[in-house]
T-cell receptor, first 113, second 115 residues
Framework: AQSVAQPEDQVNVAEGNPLTVKCTYSVSGNPYLFWYVQYPNRGLQFLLKYITGDNLVKGSYGFEAEFNKSQTSFHLKKPSALVSDSALYFCAVRYFNTDKLIFGTGTRLQVFP | GAGVSQSPSNKVTEKGKDVELRCDPISGHTALYWYRQSLGQGLEFLIYFQGNSAPDKSGLPSDRFSAERTGGSVSTLTIQRTQQEDSAVYLC?????????????FGPGTRLTVL
């Protein structure tokens, strides 16, 4: 089955520390992978995507993600967290034979001052 | 430029009533999507439009749900005889073309509450 998993409901990190939000996907062809962020009472904002090529993808607001095919993962990272990064983060996958995005359950990131 | 817009931002209705939710995609975007975000089900796909056609309606949960798109632009999602389980945030997204690598850009959503 085509799916994506975010194993952590919440990630807590101190401001200035590096952060990682985890995402893994089911193996089914070559997926296209996306990260979105959602602030309270707002829609989803696009952060970055992996299509092909370099496994390290850089996106908005200093975020980056590393595609690892052997581990079927696409973890979101940032070298130095900001309090303003606190939000709900969604990983999504789109497979070659479908038009829809399949979303993970979301991870709430809390950055403490 | 302007992003995806949705109206109304909030809708409260009584069980059994019909509701219409509207989405204005980014100008020039040919692909349009509806998703639903609820506490129990997370983010789930409802329907996909390419132009005015809907090649994928697989996510519509029942025949009470329908959607249309006119002029390759505005889309309306209609829920007939609303039920309490329809309460959710309905999100619309658009993308520029037909490639599956295209980024979907989301609107702010319509929060539907069925009493």
């Amino acid at each position: 089955a085509q799916s994506v998993a975010q194993p952590e409901d919440q990630v807590n990190v101190a401001e200035g520390n590096p952060l990682t939000v985890k995402c893994t996907y089911s193996v089914s062809g070559n997926p296209y992978l996306f990260w979105y962020v959602q602030y309270p009472n707002r829609g989803l904002q696009f952060l970055l995507k992996y299509i092909t090529g370099d496994n390290l993808v850089k996106g908005s607001y200093g975020f980056e993600a590393e595609f690892n095919k052997s581990q079927t993962s696409f973890h979101l990272k940032k070298p130095s967290a900001l309090v303003s990064d606190s939000a709900l983060y969604f990983c999504a996958v789109r497979y070659f034979n479908t038009d829809k995005l399949i979303f993970g359950t979301g991870t709430r990131l809390q950055v403490f001052p | 430029g302007a992003g995806v817009s949705q109206s109304p931002s909030n809708k409260v209705t009584e069980k059994g009533k019909d509701v219409e939710l509207r989405c204005d995609p980014i100008s020039g975007h040919t692909a349009l999507y509806w998703y639903r975000q609820s506490l129990g089900q997370g983010l789930e796909f409802l329907i996909y439009f390419q132009g005015n056609s809907a090649p994928d309606k697989s996510g519509l949960p029942s025949d009470r749900f329908s959607a249309e798109r006119t002029g390759g632009s505005v889309s309306t999602l209609t829920i007939q005889r609303t039920q309490q389980e329809d309460s959710a945030v309905y999100l619309c997204a658009s993308s520029s073309g037909t490639h599956r690598t295209d980024t979907q850009y989301f609107g702010p959503g319509t929060r539907l509450t069925v009493l």
